[in-house]
Structures are given as C-alpha cells and as structure tokens.
C-alpha cells in the first residue's frame, strides 16, 4: 500500500508540474490566446489522485490525512476546473485568467505544503 501511496504521490507532483507548465505557457501565449487545455488535464489529474490518495488512507499505517485541509484544496481545484471549463470555448482567455488560475494553484501548493 505504501508503495501505491508514493505511486499517486509521484503522479499528484507531475499534475502540479503540469499547471506551473501550462501557467507558463499561457503567458508565453500572450493576450488573446485561447485558454490551454492543459488547466483541465492537470486539474483532472489533482483530483483523481488527491481523491485516490484520501481513498487509500485508512489503508495506510502511519499516516491521517487532514480532511478539513483536504476539503479546502478540493473547493479552491474545482474553482480552477470551473473557471477553466468555461472559458475552454472562449475565443480568448482574458489576461486576469491565467494568473487567477496560478495563483489559485500556488495557493493549493501552500496548503499542501504549510498546512499540518
Ligand atoms: C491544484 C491542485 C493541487 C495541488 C497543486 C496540490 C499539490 C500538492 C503537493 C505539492 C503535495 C505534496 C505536499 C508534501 O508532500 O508536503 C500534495 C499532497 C497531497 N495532496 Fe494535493 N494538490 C492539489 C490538489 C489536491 C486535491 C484536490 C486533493 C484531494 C482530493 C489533494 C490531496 C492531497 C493529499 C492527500 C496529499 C498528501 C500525499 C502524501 O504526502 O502522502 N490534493 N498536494
């Protein structure tokens, strides 16, 4: 079961790696770009294995993930898929988006990270 844990955990890393990729991307687009797919395939990722890893924890020995944590960044990962699948059909992401949606993800790793 650990080594399930570390699997989703590797997977759950390369999903951030991919929105900081796609954030820089966005950028890189510059204004009147269309919004990149890679906000819901990275977010989609985040949340099925965020959802796996919540899945596996009674299975797991020594660790109780928080769930009050876990509540949050699931609400600030769905403000992200929201505001990314409605802007997906956009003819231009408007600049205020991308960094929103960086933020937000920023926002997630902090918690991750900070909060016990
Ligand atoms: C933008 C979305 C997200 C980002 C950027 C993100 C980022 C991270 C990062 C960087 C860690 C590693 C923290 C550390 O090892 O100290 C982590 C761990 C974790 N995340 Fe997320 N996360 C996101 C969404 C989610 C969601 C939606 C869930 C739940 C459904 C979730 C559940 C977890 C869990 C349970 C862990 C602990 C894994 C472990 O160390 O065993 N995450 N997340």
Do not use: C
Request: overall charge positive.
């Amino acid at each position: 079961m650990e080594f399930l844990r570390l699997v989703l955990v590797f997977l759950h890393l390369l999903g951030m790696a991919m929105l900081i990729g796609t954030f820089m991307l966005q950028l890189h687009a510059g204004q009147g770009a269309k919004l990149n797919k890679g906000w819901l395939h990275g977010g989609g990722l985040q949340l099925i294995t965020g959802l796996a890893l919540m899945g596996i924890d009674p299975a797991l020995d020594d660790i109780d993930y928080n769930p009050v944590k876990v509540g949050v960044k699931i609400l600030v990962l769905l403000v992200i898929l929201g505001l990314a699948g409605g802007f997906l059909r956009k003819p231009a992401a408007p600049k205020w988006l991308s960094f929103t949606l960086g933020g937000l993800v920023v926002l997630n790793v902090g918690l991750a990270v900070f909060w016990p």
